[in-house]
T-cell receptor, first 109, second 115 residues
Framework: DGGITQSPKYLFRKEGQNVTLSCEQN?????MYWYRQDPGQGLRLIYY???????QKGDIAEGYSVSREKKESFPLTVTSAQKNPTAFYLC????????FGSGTRLTVV | DQQVKQNSPSLSVQEGRISILNCDYT??????FLWYKKYPAEGPTFLIS?????DKNEDGRFTVFLNKSAKHLSLHIVPSQPGDSAVYFC??????????????FGQGTILTVHP
């Protein structure tokens, strides 16, 4: 079955620590995206990548970093510089339409 | 600057009646619009879309209407079913250029369909 896998589903980290969220797709899509969902704010774009070894900042990139070394993988690192990291993070890939992963709930304590 | 707005945080309807979810946008470069449905702790799933060259698109119980002059679109669900209860997101995308494929989402509307 083709799809997007985000892991883990739930993640807890101490304040000040960096954490990396995994996103893997086997759909052979070139474009991949990271969104953040907060209550009452919809989905906001963090970073996106149109092709391997290339990525652009989205609307709320501060405090985040990404890499795109392989077509299948687009990991997101939430750094200690991100002031409000607790959120639900969604990864997506696109060919003609978007396919979303099931998300990772990050809680910083 | 919220370029896509869903001004109703929630909507409650009776099973069998019509649900109407609304969405407004401000960016004239948007020309492709989508609706997604989302359950808690899951990713959004695509429902229906519409291109700016059309004013209506229908798929089963779901119809999306686009009013370009008013920069407004709406999703009609008829008849509504309890399984339709979820968060509905409106999203918009520009036609091309470096922003091609980037989706801008509204805040979402929580739909509750009562049996």
């Amino acid at each position: 079955d083709g799809g997007i896998t985000q892991s883990p589903k739930y993640l807890f980290r101490k304040e000040g620590q960096n954490v990396t969220l995994s996103c893997e797709q086997n759909l052979n899509h070139d474009a991949m995206y990271w969104y953040r969902q907060d209550p009452g704010q919809g989905l906001r774009l963090i970073y996106y990548s149109q092709i391997v070894n290339d990525f652009q900042k989205g609307d709320i990139a501060e405090g985040y970093s990404v890499s795109r070394e392989k077509k299948e993988s687009f990991p997101l690192t939430v750094t200690s510089a991100q002031k409000n990291p607790t959120a639900f993070y969604l990864c997506a890939s696109r060919e003609y339409g978007y396919t979303f992963g099931s998300g990772t709930r990050l809680t910083v304590v | 600057d919220q370029q896509v707005k869903q001004n109703s945080p929630s909507l409650s309807v009776q099973e069998g009646r019509i649900s109407i979810l609304n969405c407004d946008y401000t960016n004239s470069m948007f020309d492709y619009f989508l609706w997604y449905k989302k359950y808690p702790a899951e990713g959004p799933t695509f429902l229906i879309s519409i291109s700016s060259i059309k004013d209506k698109n229908e798929d089963g119980r779901f119809t999306v209407f686009l009013n370009k002059s008013a920069k407004h679109l709406s999703l009609h669900i008829v008849p509504s079913q309890p399984g339709d209860s979820a968060v509905y997101f409106c999203a918009a995308s520009p036609a091309g250029g470096t922003s091609y494929g980037k989706l801008t989402f509204g805040q979402g509307t929580i739909l509750t369909v009562h049996p």
